[in-house]
């Protein structure tokens, strides 16, 4: 599986918009990239996957170069309560099943 | 949509005591599923994941072992606790061929 490499943490202030690269150099070709936030004492939530150029959805957008050697998670005008981790893991199916191995993260702190 | 239950939320176990950690998965048939471990302030650590009854797979060699008796059951036991073994148990469905973990609440595991 392709390892992850993500800045350890970040600071905002509410209202700026946030981008958070991963890096993932030996990213295979039937890899997907997926972004997980999590809050305190909670398990992960998803938040966007993708495989090529960019995707957006109701809270968040994943831009990806076309050599998938990184990837973008972009959260728009965030608020305090986006401060959590964020994970950016890589992987496929392989014989129906579906590893997602977890890094560190980066420790996203929105300040007021 | 997946609902995962957990239980229990909190335990306090002495070193060398039995442990046994359940999860059950609604609203969905022949998930993969996944126990992971969180020490305080880390990522993830994938412990086990199963693609089917009675199909366990080990990540990292240690004193924990995994079941899973039925197709929604995932059980995590270990025969004697270590100090090592504190830490914040996860476990997480996902469905074949999609890239979307669901995750349980947790179980908060203090040896002592």
């Known amino acids: 599986l392709a390892k992850t490499t993500q800045p350890i943490s970040m600071d905002s202030y509410e209202g700026q918009e946030v981008n958070i690269t991963c890096s993932h150099n030996n990213i295979a070709t039937n890899d997907y990239i997926t972004w997980y936030q999590q809050f305190p004492s909670q398990g992960p939530r998803f938040i966007i996957q993708?495989?090529?150029t960019k995707v957006t959805n109701e809270v968040a957008s994943l831009f990806i170069p076309a050599d998938r050697k990184s990837s973008t998670l972009s959260l728009p005008r965030v608020s305090l309560s986006d401060t959590a981790v964020y994970y950016c893991?890589?992987?496929?199916?392989?014989?129906?099943?579906?590893?997602?191995?977890f890094g560190s993260g980066t420790r996203l702190l929105v300040r007021p | 949509s997946q609902t995962i239950h957990q239980w229990p939320a909190t335990l306090v176990q002495p070193v060398g005591s039995p442990l046994s950690l359940e999860c059950t998965v609604e609203g969905t048939s022949n998930p993969n599923l996944y126990w992971y471990r969180q020490a305080a302030g880390r990522g993830l650590q994938l412990l086990f994941y199963?693609?089917?009854?009675?199909?366990i797979s080990s990540e990292v060699p240690q004193n924990l072992s995994a079941s899973r008796p039925q197709d929604r059951q995932f059980i995590l036991s270990s025969k004697k606790l270590l100090l090592s073994d504190s830490g914040f148990y996860l476990c997480?469905?996902?469905?074949?061929?999609?890239?979307?973990?669901?995750f349980g609440p947790g179980t908060r595991l203090t040896v002592t």
């Open positions: 893991l890589v992987g496929d199916w392989m014989d129906s099943s579906y590893k997602l191995i």
């Open positions: 993708g495989y090529k």
């Open positions: 997480a469905c996902m469905m074949d061929r999609t890239y979307e973990q669901y």
């Open positions: 199963s693609v089917g009854i009675g199909q």
